[in-house]
């Protein structure tokens, strides 16, 4: 079993850019999430989306938008990237809201 | 608003000695879940517990336990005889607030 996968693994991109981080979960968990960490600041919610068909803004949504037409995938959008949002992104699933959540692999982006 | 407050920021223990990290929470809700999460130096974040607010009772799984005491808001973890394995960053949780971490360096 999968679980999550995320991709790409890495990316450089450049301020101004758009880019969508993807991810796709195998457990068919209703739940899914967002992150940004970022050293010194812990995790913090971007997005989240409790079920399939709706999202939530989290604590930083600000540039991010997200989608979720299915119950596997949860794309996150940066529409113009700029170098604050240069971080690592980690998406979480749980099976419920009150689930305890799995982690993907994350992403590392680096806009310069 | 809630927030999770986890004050240690680093802590450095001798192999097989026990530690304890300690998580104060805030909310206003009068039913809520909290979680501890596991970053080892490889980067993943690992699952560890879940619990909800109507039980207080405390979870032991092997040499970890867990301690829930509401009327502190607060939700310590130890670590028994640790081991070098246990070198990670740990995360208290409310659902999606995340504490800024604990790193601990288990020293051999």
């Known amino acids: 079993t999968a679980g999550i996968t995320q991709a790409p693994t890495s990316q450089i991109l450049a301020a101004g850019r758009s880019m969508t981080l993807r991810c796709t979960q195998d457990?068919?968990?209703?739940?899914m999430y967002w992150y940004r960490q970022d050293l010194g600041l812990g995790l913090r919610l971007i997005h989240y989306?409790?079920?399939?068909?709706?999202?939530g803004k989290g604590e930083v949504p600000d540039g991010y938008s997200v989608s979720r037409a299915n119950t596997d995938d949860f794309p996150l959008t940066l529409a113009s990237a700029v170098p604050s949002q240069t971080s690592v992104y980690f998406c979480?699933?749980?099976?419920?809201?009150?689930?305890?959540?799995?982690f993907g692999p994350g992403t590392r982006l680096t806009v310069l | 608003a809630q927030k999770v407050t986890q004050a240690q920021t680093e802590i450095s223990v001798v192999e097989k000695e026990d530690v304890t990290l300690d998580c104060v929470y805030e909310?206003?809700?009068?039913?809520?879940?909290l979680f501890w999460y596991k970053q080892p130096p490889s980067g993943e974040l690992v699952f560890l517990i879940r619990?909800?607010?109507?039980?207080?009772q405390n979870e032991i799984s092997g040499r970890y336990s867990w301690n829930f005491q509401k009327s502190t808001s607060s939700f310590n973890f130890t670590i028994t005889a640790s081991q070098v394995v246990d070198s990670a960053v740990y995360f208290c949780?409310?659902?999606?607030?995340f504490g800024k971490g604990t790193r601990l360096h288990i020293l051999p």
């Open positions: 979480a699933s749980s099976d419920s809201i009150t689930g305890g959540q799995f």
């Open positions: 457990m068919r968990h209703n739940a």
């Open positions: 989306s409790n079920t399939a068909g709706t999202t």
């Open positions: 909310t206003r809700d009068t039913t809520y879940y």
């Open positions: 619990r909800n607010s109507f039980d207080e």
């Open positions: 949780a409310l659902r999606g607030i």
